[in-house]
């Protein structure tokens, strides 16, 4: 068979059932192989950087996925490299394969043959050009087992025209994946760090997307009721064990984060982190984070030990085959009587939960922000998967939103791409195709890449997208004030076309329609709740994406620090009656 059939076939026994791209002439004998083949779900993407951000959202979604991003050679291979980058920063397996011009004149700058390997190689586990046909199969399995191995990420394959038309050897049949490495803790490392922490007074655990890379989500929680410790999760880990949990001490953060989390964190004098890489945006000024406190770092990855600040403790392990070993040394622990008792701390957390709260609840028109995620959390329940990427929507849905499970909070986090969301929701919803599916975009991240709607719309993939719009790059404004400017980041103009939006710019309900997606606009806070309902209809009866536009006040300031966990600035009014924040995990207390 063909190289490029070959191909074809390892993708099958490697568990692969979708890919998404865009065909080309240096890639189309594999195109040819995929069809022959069968076996395979094709996404026609509109972009090659959309259909990398698909592979990464149907990774992101389901334990074992591995999205597949084909496309041409030249640009496509350079489209894919912010897909590349983002999901190697959050450690997301996916394979991207590109065309490449003939071998021959890879030498001779041929059109559109580009050195795409050598581009790739920064931000893959492995980037290869196959150069002898012979080799494709080899690549491939080896693409897999390194995408699986270790802290996991993504890699690249870029095939020659001619290397995916050359004949070669290969049975199918006797194909097997290679087997998957990855480091453990041992038993005397753990019974070390539960030591540390028995001994403490008021510990936490810190729960890093590494958990849920790891599908160990049930074993971290295993672990915290037996120990009665609570748990920070990070963004990356958000949802590794629901919000209204008892022993969830809430997200902690410059941005990201909510007031009883930091407060949680400042309080506490024992941290173990699993999964988890101590993200500036999570820790801010590593003295304000670390100070009179004792660390245990659990991660995957040797070298993550270290890398930000020194632990008391480091342990190189798979975070399902350390929270094993964590499980089984705290239950021998509990059944001699010899875990410390942790009801007062937890008592202590759940009671900053209840007084520490920011307000939601606001009647202005045009919209606060606030109000949307107060009628978010209304509208869509413990089941829904939320996507989104970055600015001031991310942050504020992730100040207020709630999350019950892993994988339904899908966060480019690293990265933070704008345009990100769009693809990203329908790679998610190609994954799990009758979830619910809830994309949030400011006005920015949503522009970036909306042509990707049309994939929606043409592979009927139904989600809800809410779309927050103050027709400004809010985030870098809000940045910006430390700068006494408000500089080319403002979006407004007059439509001369939808003279009903005043300065609001964009007609989004046109181009959404235009794209052959439902598209409904809200000016009112108590239009909200019914919007959220009527698009998901919409979703249900259409199978498109339904675009939620809410029309918002221009300058909003989300609560942020620039520097430390201590001294995040709260510009909007705090809860201070329960009406305030309806919706929150927790009945305001007041004192």
């Not at 930091?262 to 500036?280: H, K, Q, T």
């Not at 480091?314 to 875990?339: M, N, Y």
């Not at 939006?501 to 239009?527: F, M, N, S, W």
Request: hydrophobic content about 45%.
């Amino acid at each position: 068979m063909t190289a490029a059939r070959a191909a074809v076939e390892i993708l099958k026994r490697e568990g692969v059932s979708n890919a998404f791209g865009v065909p080309g002439a240096a890639i189309n004998p594999f195109y040819a192989a995929l069809k022959a083949s069968g076996g395979v779900q094709h996404t026609l993407a509109r972009h090659v950087e959309g259909a990398s951000h698909m592979a990464e959202g149907y990774t992101r979604a389901k334990a074992g996925n591995i999205g597949v991003c084909i496309g041409t050679s030249g640009p496509a291979g350079t489209d894919m490299i912010t897909g590349l980058y983002s999901a190697i920063a959050d450690s997301i397996p996916i394979l991207c394969i590109t065309g490449q011009a003939p071998t021959a004149v890879l030498h001779k700058e041929d059109f559109q043959a580009v050195d795409i390997a050598s581009i790739a190689k920064p931000v893959t586990k492995a980037a290869t050009a196959v150069l002898e046909a012979a080799q494709v199969p080899g690549v491939f399995q080896q693409a897999f087992h390194l995408m699986r191995t270790g802290r996991p990420g993504p890699v690249l394959i870029d095939l020659p025209i001619d290397v995916q038309l050359t004949e070669i050897e290969f049975d199918p049949e006797l194909y097997e994946p290679l087997p998957v490495h990855k480091p453990a803790a041992t038993r005397k490392q753990i019974e070390r760090a539960v030591e540390l922490l028995n001994a403490s007074e008021r510990p936490l655990l810190v729960a890093g997307g590494g958990i849920i890379n790891a599908d160990a989500s049930e074993l971290l929680v295993e672990f915290a009721e037996l120990t009665g410790v609570p748990v920070i999760p990070t963004l990356m880990g958000w949802g590794i064990l629901p919000d209204d949990h008892e022993l969830n001490a809430g997200m902690v953060g410059l941005q990201t984060s909510h007031r009883y989390g930091n407060a949680n964190f400042l309080e506490s004098d024992f941290v173990l982190g699993i999964g988890n890489r101590w993200a500036n945006r999570h820790t801010g000024k590593l003295d304000v984070y670390t100070q009179g406190r004792t660390f245990v770092h659990v991660d995957i990855e040797p070298t993550q030990l270290g890398k930000i600040f020194a632990p008391d403790l480091g342990i190189a392990s798979d975070a399902k085959a350390a929270l094993t070993h964590f499980v089984e040394v705290a239950r021998e622990l509990k059944a001699a009587g010899k875990l410390a008792d942790r009801s007062a701390w937890a008592a202590s957390i759940q009671e900053r939960k209840a007084t520490l709260q920011r307000r939601t609840h606001f009647d202005n028109v045009p919209l606060k922000p606030q109000r949307v995620y107060e009628e978010m959390n209304r509208a869509f329940g413990p089941e829904t998967r939320y996507v989104t990427t970055i600015g001031l929507s991310q942050i504020a849905g992730a100040q207020m939103l709630h999350v019950y499970k892993p994988r339904h909070w899908i966060n480019c986090g690293q990265a933070g791409p704008l345009g990100w969301t769009i693809p990203a929701a329908l790679g998610v919803a190609t994954a799990d195709p009758e979830g619910t599916v809830v994309a949030l975009s400011g006005d920015y991240d949503f522009q970036f890449m909306l042509e990707e709607l049309a994939v929606g719309a043409q592979h009927r993939i139904p989600y809800v997208h809410v779309l927050v719009n103050n027709s400004y790059l809010g985030l870098i404004r809000q940045a910006q004030r430390n700068f006494d400017i408000d500089f080319q980041v403002n979006l407004e103009f007059e439509n001369l076309n939808s003279p009903e939006l005043g300065v609001y710019g964009v007609d989004h309900v046109k181009v959404v329609e235009g794209l052959g997606c439902k598209a409904i606009r809200v000016t009112e806070p108590d239009q909200l709740l019914p919007a959220f309902e009527e698009a998901k209809k919409l979703a249900a009866e259409f199978r498109v994406p339904v675009v939620v536009e809410a029309i918002l006040e221009r300058v909003t300031n989300i609560a942020m620090s620039g520097t430390d966990i201590a001294s995040v600035n709260e510009f909007e009014d705090i809860a201070t009656d329960p009406s305030h924040a309806p919706t929150a995990i927790r009945p305001l207390t007041v004192s």
